[in-house]
Each structure stands twice: as structure tokens, then as C-alpha cells.
């Protein structure tokens, strides 16, 4: 298997979980924060969806969905569009509320379709390339894919977690 196929398969399997924890999902369920402090649903598929499209546009060159095909104004939070939810407090992670679960899938499949046509153009000597000078030691393409992949994926159980333990009430 390609490179780009792993990383394709990787970031397939964070779409299914994303779409098996909103199918059917009421929006009671998406918003409901299952203790103090703790995140809901919404919040964290939300988050999932902006780390990803934050850190795939940031290597691929350019502009993140959220901001290019109008997510940021559609969902209407009180934000900044740059915000992807790293270090959010309760109160900020509550801000994040009354999105529906079409809409949370919709902006996630925009991001994962934007994924894949990245992921597809790459080969393995690209992974060695230098993507963020700010880390010592410098983080390289293929550590902060992983990295994405990795956050996605204890998010998206995280979500299912949440999901059974609102359902098991």
C-alpha cells in the first residue's frame, strides 16, 4: 500500500466513527454535556473537524474550509475563525452549541473530501519534509498527519462514549 492510501484508510476510518456517532442523533444529544466541565458531543466533533481542517490546509497551502466555503459564518458561533478549540475552557466549549447533526457532517465530510484529495497527491518521501519550525525537534509532514489522525481518532471515541453514556440514562 501507497503512503497516501494508509493515510486515506486512516482518515476513512475517523469519517465512519464521525458518522456513527451523529446518525441519529437528537440535537439534545449533540449539545448535552454529560458533566461539569465536560464536552459535548457537538463540541467534539466540531474540534475534530477544525484541527483537521486547520492542520491539512496549513500543509497543503492553503485556505481551510471553515473560512473559504463560509462554515465560520454558517454556524454562527461566537468564535474567532481561527479558533479550532485547543485549550478551550468549559465556558468556550459550551459556546459551541445548537449545530445540527447534518450540519456538524457536512462540514466534517467538506473537510474529509478536502483530506483525501491532499493525502491522495502524497508519497512517501514526503513525509520527511519539515512542516512546523516551532517544535525541537521540528515536526515533519508525516508526524503531524499522524498527529491529526491520533486526535481524531480518541475524539471520535470520546464522542461514542459520551453517546453511550446519554443513551444508557
Same mark, same amino acid.
Given at each position: ?6 493515510f ?19 440535537q ?20 475534530i ?5 486547520d ?20 454556524? =454562527?458561533?461566537? %468564535?474567532?475563525? #481561527? ?8 465556558? !468556550? +466549549?459550551?459556546? $459551541?452549541? /445548537? ?21 491522495g ?20 509532514? =508525516?508526524?503531524? %498527519?499522524?498527529? #491529526? ?6 475524539h471520535t471515541? !470520546? +464522542?461514542?462514549? $459520551?453517546? /453511550?453514556?446519554?443513551e444508557?440514562?
Open positions: 500500500m501507497e503512503v497516501s492510501g494508509v486515506a484508510d486512516a482518515f476513512s476510518r475517523v469519517q465512519e466513527e464521525v458518522h456513527a456517532v451523529l446518525d441519529g442523533l437528537s439534545e444529544g449533540l449539545d448535552a454535556r454529560p458533566g461539569p466541565g465536560a464536552n459535548s458531543i457537538g463540541w467534539l466533533v466540531w474540534h473537524a477544525r484541527v483537521q481542517d492542520h491539512v490546509a496549513g500543509v497543503a497551502g492553503r485556505e481551510q474550509n471553515w473560512t473559504a466555503d463560509g462554515w465560520h459564518e454558517r454556524f =454562527g458561533l461566537a %468564535l474567532t475563525p #481561527v479558533d479550532i478549540g485547543y485549550g478551550h475552557t468549559s465556558e !468556550q +466549549a459550551g459556546l $459551541v452549541s /445548537g449545530i445540527t447533526a447534518e450540519e456538524l457532517r457536512d462540514y466534517y465530510d467538506a473537510v474529509h473530501a478536502a483530506t483525501l484529495e491532499y493525502v497527491t502524497l508519497a512517501a518521501v514526503d513525509l520527511d519534509r519539515i512542516v512546523d519550525t516551532s517544535w525541537d525537534p521540528p515536526v515533519t509532514l =508525516g508526524v503531524r %498527519l499522524v498527529s #491529526v489522525v491520533n486526535d481524531n481518532q480518541q471515541g !470520546q +464522542a461514542a462514549y $459520551v453517546r /453511550g453514556l446519554l444508557s440514562r
